[in-house]
Structure formats: structure tokens, C-alpha cells
């Protein structure tokens, strides 16, 4: 079973700040995808990542991959309390459907 | 489109009961997945079916067992409940190929005392 590790474990910040969170694995990656998962409801899917060094923006997030597929990080510039939520890194087998998940980085952005 | 929608949205139980989820897709994925969330581990995936009929084990199966007697729809049983049970669950379905983007319900949040 692949493990994946994230830290930190939680993350509190002030409106505006920046942030990283990190996602790592001593096996390699398929494919790496980011869900954030606000209280209350199901993780929603952000990115997904498939080649080495591949980096994603969307909007205030930077996503990249790591160049030996081993290890990814989310990259939160100026954030805002709308960007509070449980951030989850999930990885993809090779030959299959199925996902891990790793434990998440809960993050608050406080006004 | 509802998307991917769980019923009950709550539930307490005692020791020993019994009970169903119920998770329907509307959007004909083929595959769907049952997962539990408990503090500090993320998802952990419990069983899950890669079509209509078919079901598999995932991490953590133990005290649960699923039936997808139709595509759209994914049921997790607890036989007989126990307090390590006590968790939120959330149902999950997939395409076939593509990006393997996994959309997730709303959950349902379980006590077992």
C-alpha cells in the first residue's frame, strides 16, 4: 500500500498570507491528484498532476509535482478565508481506479 | 443534476444494530466507492465496484459489505455495528478512464454507542 504523508498538519494564517502544504511518498506517483474538502461536505477535486516537475496554477493556487514523482506541494498565495478547508492529496496506481489518500492539511485563513 | 447524493445524512446507533447507506449517481459512472473519514487519516476506502454486479474489497473492508444490484446506485450494510464504526462516510463514483476524478457526496456522518 503506497503512503502518502502531509504536512503540515494543520495550518493557521491571516488573510493575505501566503502558504505551502506538502504532500510525499518513498513510492512513485501515477498520477497525483489535490482535493479540498469544506466542513460539512465531500473533498472536491482541484488539479490532478501526471508528469515530473509539472507545475498547474489555478488562479491563487500552485500546484507542482515533484521531478522524480515522489512528492508534491500546493502553493496558496494571498490567501483568504475562503480558502479555509481540508486539503487532501490522493495518488493513482498505475493499473487502476483506485485512489489513497493521505491524512490532509487542514487550513484556516482568518480575516 | 444531483450528482452524487447519500442517504441519511445521519444516524445513531446502538452496539449490535444494523443499518444501510444508500449512495446514487446520476451521472452513469461505472465505478463507485464507499470511504471513511476519521480524524487525522484522511479517506480510507472500505469497498468499492467497478460496475453494475461487481464488487471488491479496499482497505479496511472488516464489519461492512456493499451490494450494486443497479449501476446508479451503491449500498454499504453494517451487520452489526460497533463504536469503532463511529465515523462519516462518504460515497464516491468515477468514469472509466480519463482523468479518474473521483465526485463525492455529501456524507454521512454515523455514531455507534
Known amino acids: 500500500t503506497q503512503l502518502l504523508e502531509q504536512s503540515p498538519q494543520f495550518l493557521s494564517i491571516q488573510e493575505g498570507e501566503n502558504l505551502t502544504v506538502y504532500c510525499n511518498s518513498s513510492?512513485?506517483?501515477?498520477?497525483l491528484q489535490w482535493y479540498r474538502q469544506e466542513p460539512g461536505e465531500g473533498p472536491v477535486l482541484l488539479v490532478t498532476?501526471?508528469?515530473?516537475?509539472e507545475v498547474k496554477k489555478l488562479k491563487r493556487l500552485t500546484f507542482q509535482f515533484g521531478d522524480a514523482r515522489k512528492d508534491s506541494s500546493l502553493h496558496i498565495t494571498a490567501a483568504q478565508p475562503g480558502d479555509t478547508g481540508l486539503y487532501l492529496c490522493?495518488?493513482?496506481?498505475?493499473?487502476?481506479?483506485?485512489?489513497?489518500f493521505g491524512g490532509g492539511t487542514r487550513v484556516l485563513v482568518k480575516p | 443534476n444531483a450528482g452524487v447524493t447519500q442517504t441519511p445524512k445521519f444516524r445513531v446507533l446502538k452496539t449490535g444494530q444494523s443499518m444501510t447507506l444508500l449512495c446514487a449517481q446520476d451521472?452513469?459512472?461505472?465505478?463507485m466507492y464507499w470511504y471513511r473519514q476519521d480524524p487525522g487519516m484522511g479517506l480510507r476506502l472500505i469497498h468499492y465496484?467497478?460496475?453494475?454486479?461487481?464488487?471488491a474489497k479496499g482497505e479496511v473492508p472488516d464489519g461492512y459489505n456493499v451490494s450494486r444490484l443497479k449501476k446508479q446506485n451503491f449500498l454499504l450494510g453494517l451487520e452489526s455495528a460497533a463504536p469503532s464504526q463511529t465515523s462519516v462516510y462518504f460515497c464516491?463514483?468515477?468514469?472509466?478512464?480519463?482523468?479518474?476524478?473521483?465526485?463525492f457526496g455529501p456524507g454521512t456522518r454515523l455514531t455507534v454507542t
Open positions: 498532476v501526471v508528469t515530473g516537475g
Open positions: 465496484s467497478v460496475g453494475e454486479g461487481t464488487t
Open positions: 490522493a495518488s493513482r496506481k498505475a493499473a487502476g481506479n483506485k485512489l489513497t
Open positions: 451521472m452513469n459512472h461505472e465505478y
Open positions: 464516491a463514483s468515477s468514469a472509466a478512464g480519463g482523468s479518474y476524478e473521483q465526485y
Open positions: 513510492s512513485v506517483f501515477s498520477s
